[in-house]
């Protein structure tokens, strides 16, 4: 059975799925591949899959949006009085567009950079929720928030994989992280692919010891 390096991200879509491809790739030229293999998940994956969204986490991406100038002057208003009075129905119709543009983005972004970037292969389709897992040996999260959960659910199980922040790991710099691209436009995301193009095969090397 191969051991498995994780990658972890909040919604296991834009940033640990490419992460798990380069190590993949990684893994494959260096002949480690098949004793090893790569695998990723998101930490809300069951939370975002099932729409129980907090009104601090639907700001969030309002605020992106907003920043972004995507709403009209009207729009911005009714939105602020929403947010104002804790109006949850006419929050999520804007949390709900701003995530259908996004993902939408996130998807034509990929499909255009990676190519670009020379990584090969196809990206999966699916999302897995982060659990405690047996069979893996290190977990490496994209940033440090998703760190902090993923610490806390091998702390309460019997398992023992590396866990670390994939950045400050290949770097040893504690501060280092790749902080999320939803929703902040091409040039944002082909950064944070070409980080991980330069940090996922040096994580990759130390955990193997390649």
């Given at each position: 059975?191969?051991?498995l390096i994780?990658?972890?991200?909040?919604?296991?879509?834009?940033r640990?799925?490419?992460a798990?491809l380069?190590?993949?790739?990684?893994?494959?030229s260096i002949?480690?591949?098949?004793?090893?293999?790569?695998?990723s998940?998101g930490?809300l994956?069951?939370?975002?899959?099932?729409?129980?969204?907090t009104?601090g986490?639907?700001?969030?991406v309002?605020?992106?949006?907003?920043?972004?100038s995507?709403y009209?002057?009207?729009e911005?208003?009714?939105?602020e009085?929403?947010?104002?009075?804790?109006?949850?129905?006419?929050v999520?119709?804007?949390?709900?567009?701003?995530?259908g543009?996004?993902d939408?983005?996130?998807v034509e972004n990929r499909a255009?950079?990676?190519?670009l970037?020379?990584?090969?292969?196809?990206v999966?389709?699916?999302?897995n929720?982060t659990?405690?897992?047996?069979?893996?040996i290190?977990v490496?999260?994209?940033?440090?928030?998703?760190?902090?959960?993923?610490?806390?659910?091998?702390e309460?199980?019997?398992?023992s994989p590396?866990?670390?922040?994939?950045?400050?790991?290949a770097?040893g710099?504690p501060?280092a992280e790749?902080k999320?691209?939803?929703?902040?436009?091409k040039e944002?995301?082909r950064?944070?692919v070409?980080q991980m193009?330069?940090e996922?095969?040096?994580?990759?090397?130390?955990?193997?010891g390649?």
């Open positions: 059975m191969a051991r994780e990658m972890v991200c909040t919604g296991n879509q834009g640990s799925p490419v798990e380069i190590a993949r790739n990684h893994l494959k002949g480690a591949y098949g004793d090893y293999d790569s695998i998940s930490t994956v069951d939370t975002i899959e099932s729409g129980n969204h009104m986490s639907m700001r969030l309002i605020d992106i949006a907003a920043q972004r995507l009209s002057p009207e911005t208003r009714e939105l009085d929403a947010l104002r009075q804790g109006n949850t129905p006419v999520r119709k804007y949390f709900d567009n701003a995530i543009l996004f939408k983005e996130e255009e950079i990676l190519p970037l020379g990584i090969q292969g196809e999966k389709t699916t999302r929720q659990v405690a897992r047996p069979d893996t290190a490496f999260s994209i940033d440090k928030r998703n760190y902090t959960i993923v610490e806390g659910l091998y309460n199980s019997s398992y590396v866990i670390d922040v994939l950045s400050r790991y770097t710099n501060d790749l999320n691209t939803f929703g902040k436009g944002v995301y950064k944070g070409e193009l330069e996922v095969p040096v994580a990759v090397n130390r955990i193997i390649a």
